[in-house]
C-alpha cells in the first residue's frame, strides 16, 4: 500500500522505510496514510523523489503529535467513563499480567471493550497494546498524568505541613520576648528576605493564607535552636524531612517524580505529619 501510494504522489519508498512502517503502525491503514500525508507535505516538490529516513522520522514526530491528541480524548473519556477500562488499559501499558489474568477472569467484557477501541490486542492469555506507535505515546500520556498524580499530592502534603509548622510556631511566639524574636529573625533569614517582611506581627507572618514565609524561610527558623526548643532531640531530623520536601518541588525539578523520589517524600510526610498534628 505505501509503495502504491507513494508512486501517485511522486514518492519512492524503500523496501526498509516500508517494513520501518510496517512494524511501527502494524499495517493500519488510516495511520499510514496519515504518515504518508506528512512525508508528502515535507518532501521536495521535485518529483519523483526517493524518500529519506529523514523525512519519514520528521512525518512520524509530526503525526505523533496529532496522534497524541486524539489518544488523549480517549484516555480522559476512559477515565471520566469507563474507569475499569482505564485501569485495564494501564496495567496492560505498564505489564502488570497478573491484574490482567484476574481481569480477563473475572471481567473479560472489559478487555474486550478495549480490545473494541482497537488499542488493546490478544493472543492467548496475554495482551498488548495493538500497535507500537499506540503504545509510544500512550505511556507518555500515562506517566505523564502518574507524575501528576505525584505532584498533586506532594503539593497537598507540603502546604498541610507547612501550615501546621506555622501554627506550631505561632503559638511558641506568644511565650517569646519581642527582641528574642527580631534576633531570630535577624540572624537566620536573608537581608532580602527580612527587608521584604512589611511585618514581624506573628498573626501575619504565620498566617494561613497571608503568611509570606516560604519553606525554606521556615527551614532557617527551625535551625535555630532557640526556635521550638521541645523539639531539640528531634531537630536534626525534621530539618533533614523538611530539606527532602522542599528539594522536590515542581518548579526546581524534573517534571517526572520517580519512584524513588515518591518513597523517600512520603516517609518525610509521614513523620513531618506525626510532628506536627495539632492536638
Known sequence: MV???GYFMGLEFSSEIVAELQREFGGHPFFTRQVCSK???LASSRRPIKVSSNIVH???TAFY?????YLKDILDQLKEFYPAEFGVLRSVIEGNTAELTEYGLEAPDLIDHLIGYGLVERAGDHFDIRLSA????LQRLIESEHGEDRWAEISRRRNAVENS???ALFHWMKAVDENVWNDILNRNLTTARRQA?????PRILFSKSESPFY????????RDERVLPYISARRSIILSHLNSVNRLRKDAHALTVSDQDIREVRVAFDYLEDEFATP
Open 65 to 69: 503529535g496529532e496522534l497524541e491528541n
Open 3 to 5: 509503495q502504491r501510494l
Open 39 to 41: 512525508v508528502h507535505q
Open 58 to 60: 520528521q512525518a512520524k
Open 165 to 167: 509548622i506555622r501554627l
Open 134 to 137: 499506540i503504545k509510544i505515546v
Open 215 to 222: 519553606l525554606s524561610d521556615l527551614i532557617m527558623l527551625i
Open 197 to 201: 517582611l512589611t511585618s514581624t506581627e
